[in-house]
Structures are given as C-alpha cells and as structure tokens.
C-alpha cells in the first residue's frame, strides 16, 4: 500500500489569509485526489489531480479558491485560499494505487478563526 | 446520480453481539464497493472491498444488486471495533473516485 504524508497536520489561520497544504507519496501515482471532511459530515472530493493537466474540479468547487498544483507522479498541493470559518474542516489527500484501492493522507485539520 | 446512503449514523452494541452496519447505493452501472474505518486518531484506511470477497477482522460484507445494498456484518463485535465506518462506492466512469456515505460511528460496550 502507498504511504501518503501530508504537512502540515494542522493550522489556525487569520480569515482573508491563504493555507497550502503539501500531500507526499511514497510512490508514482497516475490520479491524486483532495477531499474535505466538515465537522459531522462525510467526505466530499473537491477535485481530481492529474500530473501534467489542471484539476477538476468538483461541483461547488472553483480553481480560484482552491488552487491545486501537481508538479511531478508523487506530490501535490492544494490551496486554501481567502479563508472563511466556513473553510474550517479536514483536508485529506488521496490516491488510487495498485488494484484500484485509494489511500488516504493522515489528513490536515484547519480551523479558521 | 451516484449516491450513497448509510442510515445510522450512530449505533451501539455489547461486546460479543452481532452487528451490521447498513450501507444501500444507487448507481446505473456495476459499482464497485468499499468499507473504510476510521479508528480514532487514526487516518481513513480500507476495511475492506467486495471485489476480493475477503474476511478482514472478522467483517464481511456481500453485495445485494437487487437490493442495492452492501452491509457490513460481524458476528460477534469486539471493543476495539469501535470506530467511524463509511460505505464508499466507485463508478466506472469517474476515473476513481469514491462517492462516501455520511459514515456510521460505531460503539462496542464491555
């Protein structure tokens, strides 16, 4: 199975300000996947990270405010940007490895104040 | 539309009894369907998925396409099976992703 990281693990951060959230895999995964776990609620995927080509993104979910960055087969980042409290939750990165089987990140848990 | 509905968001059981989570879907195409646990304090991690029809710490899980369903099962729940539970199901034509259900939290009394 992949081991996936991701830094940091959590954040308090100002509203107006912008968090970037860094998601490390052990191995080269073709599809990296970014999800948003609110408080009480399950997992909603905000977008689909390809290397080589921008995101796509999810319904309800734009570019400009959570601009994702896939530079190479093992890492990604996605940015929080102009956070609200709405945007209090945990991000967690995934991919999809060998036999079709997605793996999580640890998760990041940010909370705007 | 792909949905995935888990009914119990909480659900309480003794050490030693059997329990069954529920998990029903809708999808038009042959879905494929997982079980992830979430210990607490832990990261999401894969319990199991019907494709390998496997046993993972004494959990089964069959798929019912008549019925659209995917329960969990167990038959005699331990402590450290409490957790948070969340059925998960992958459309062929979503290039992998996974639609959740709300999860269920699961608590196992000494």
């Known amino acids: 199975s992949a081991v996936i990281s991701q830094k940091p693990s959590r954040d308090i951060c100002q509203r107006g300000t912008s968090l970037t959230i860094q998601c490390q895999v052990d191995?080269?995964?073709?599809?990296m996947f970014w999800y948003r776990q609110q408080p009480g609620q399950s997992l909603t995927l905000i977008a689909t990270?390809?290397?080589?080509?921008?995101?796509?993104?999810e319904s309800g979910f734009v570019i400009d405010k959570f601009p994702i960055s896939r530079p190479n087969l093992t890492f990604s980042t996605l940015t929080v940007s102009n956070m609200s409290p709405e945007d209090s939750s945990i991000y967690l990165c995934?991919?999809?490895?060998?036999?079709?089987?997605?793996?999580f990140g640890p998760g990041t848990r940010l909370l705007v104040l | 539309a792909q949905r995935v509905t888990q009914p119990e968001k909480l659900l309480s059981v003794f050490k030693g009894a059997p329990v069954e989570l529920k998990c029903n879907y809708s999808?038009?195409?042959?879905?494929?369907l997982f079980w992830y646990v979430q210990y607490s304090r832990q990261r999401l991690q894969l319990l199991l998925r019907?494709?390998s029809r496997e046993s993972i710490k004494g959990f089964t899980a069959d798929l019912n396409k008549g019925e659209t369903s995917f329960h969990l099962k167990k038959p005699f729940a331990q402590e450290e099976d409490s957790a948070m539970y969340y059925c998960?199901?992958?459309?062929?034509?979503?290039?992998?992703?996974?639609?959740f259900g709300r999860g269920t939290q699961l608590t196992v009394w000494p």
């Open positions: 995934s991919d999809r490895g060998r036999a079709e089987t997605q793996y």
């Open positions: 191995s080269q995964v073709t599809m």
């Open positions: 990270a390809n290397q080589g080509s921008e995101a796509t993104y």
């Open positions: 999808y038009s195409g042959s879905p494929e």
């Open positions: 019907h494709i």
């Open positions: 998960a199901l992958k459309g062929g034509s979503t290039l992998g992703r996974l639609y």
